[in-house]
């Protein structure tokens, strides 16, 4: 398949159920001072006379001629979509006029719909604020905010450069759309597989919405999933035929397998950094999410390149809820998120012009971790955490620390002293099997018959297929806060084969779970012909030794006294990842599958290793 991690959760999948954000089913109850007014599917004209439907959410006295600031979401999921009704009202009965945007072709507006169109979407999204800060109840002041999709639109929005535009609240926003370790992720709607997504956005096209034989031969196709799944994307994109324009961009994304000018003018990456306006950014992401690494790469950069306040907020959360239970995991009652309520405070600063009587930390993250491991009347492990300002992220004080494999399935401090060597198999035809349920997240790392591949309930490392790598029980605590990386040397006897991580806080066996348990903190995949660079593709030449460096999702996660650190390995991630055949031909086209032998070597000469962002213990 092509390779690419293009995030497609974070387009629409209204063909299943919607993402109950957290910014929108967990609100804190609304302050009621006024009674709000609701004007429903306004038409705002574009340059090209397009013209776009949004629904307005207003403080009652914008009737009377009183002027507001304004809040701005635009996606595709639908203006109504995620109980953005109940979100509109709070934003207008905190004193804001909320604004809930269509896109361009979707649902009822005008024009053509291109999934994350990077050309006329900027144009769009200036016009949209331009608009707005010239109506009788807005006082020129707009704000943007949105989750994933609703995130993208809002880099955008600030690319087309609207002079209005004063301040952006991002929630797990879509950023690098060639972000997956050069393979093609399946994104975070596991259950449903990336060509929902699609036949999601085909579903709010403006011209063939409300045309039932388009509803009937999407839905066949989503209800038909495991056939679909077993497909090359190309073969899927030949499904789309009944809806050209969705034919279109599924083919396109398709087309461009390297990291070229295509991707680097779709989403925020360095060659984009310097376009954007110097305005104030909170960037609220979550641990779990699987859009976290390059939204906080995006959070550097944009931070480095501007003089206005850029903050970050990172929970233990995953990519649609900020509640305190992720996966089978509890983080306690600190670990709920309250979205809206940060987004008020920074709107309240950079759109109504109040200073906070606090000056809030330019960084606050959840360290998870510091739980006692019981299990909850849920039947949750309880891993707990608690929350810590920083100055900066990465922590100035956080050690790059090098966890090396040896030959013993043991992670050591130095590396391996004798000539040793791990095999690894990977069969396309029996990939290992993704743990997850509705997105991904805190997830213990055994099998379930009700996970796509599995067929029991054992251990996933287990499998033959899997190699574990753990230190010994810890004799004391240790904070890991930051970014990770995985570095391999190997050699295989194929032309190209994937190499899938993850790093698991390992829990001894304790009467509530008798056989430990493997929580998985943040996972990785990367592409061997992608070893050097995702901007070009380079196979392997079988037998020769080569090195590869895995750039894995940060965390902030205390091991605990008596845990074990773990790096798991294998050579697939199914369905979160497309299956490599392992042939060397174009993925997307292959005429075949091959069983890769490998073997990960962990000796002096080639000491593959773990590298992690210890934090030194320090008084809370």
Known sequence: MKH???????????VTAPVATSAQSTAPAAQQPTDIAVREKVMVPMRDGIRIAVDLYMPAGAAAGQRFPVVLQRWSYGRKANNTAATGEWF??????????????????????YMHDPVNDPRDGHDMVEWLATQPWSTGAIGTYGISYGGHTQFNTALGKPPHLKAQFLINAVTDYHDGGGAWSQGAWLGDHNLSHTLGAILTMHDNADKPAVKAQAEALRKDYDRVLALPAAEQAKLLAFSPPAQRWFSEWLAHPDYDAYWKGYGINPDRYRDYPDIPMLFYGSWYDHMQRPFLKAYLGLKAAHRSETRMISGPWDHGRSVSRN?????????????????????????????????????????????????????????????????????????????????????????????????????????????????????????KPTYKGCTDSRPLNARADVKSFSTAPLDR????????????????????TDFAVKLIDEYPASAAYPDGVALILSDALRR????????????LTPGKTYTMTIEVPPTSNVFKKGHRIRLDIAGSNFPKFDVNPNTGEPIQHHTRQQVAHSAILHDPAHPSMIVLPIVPAAPR
């Open 4 to 14: 690419h991690h293009l995030f497609l959760s974070a387009a629409i999948a209204l």
């Open 327 to 447: 996966g089978d995991a509890e983080f306690g009652p600190d670990g709920e998120g309250h979205p809206l309520e940060a987004a008020d405070a920074w709107f309240r600063q950079y759109l109504k012009g109040e200073q906070p009587t606090t000056p809030a930390s330019p960084v606050r993250l959840f360290v998870m971790g510091t739980g006692d491991g019981h299990r909850t009347a849920e039947g949750l492990i309880y891993h707990g955490g608690y929350w810590r300002d920083e100055a900066a992220y990465p922590l100035a004080r956080a050690k790059p620390t090098s966890f090396y494999l040896q030959g013993n399935g043991l992670l050591g401090s130095s590396p391996a002293t004798s000539t040793t060597s791990t095999g690894l198999i990977a069969d396309p035809a029996h990939p290992v099997p993704t743990i997850y349920t509705r997105i991904g997240g805190a997830f213990d790392q055994r099998c």
């Open 528 to 539: 061997a012909r992608y070893r050097d660079t995702l901007d070009k593709a380079t196979l």
């Open 92 to 113: 207008a009965r905190h004193g804001y006029v909320f604004v809930s945007s269509d896109m361009r072709g979707n649902n009822d507006s005008e024009g053509v719909y």
């Open 477 to 496: 605590d240790v904070e890991v806060t930051g970014p990770v990386s995985v570095t391999l040397h190997f050699r295989t006897d194929v032309k190209d």
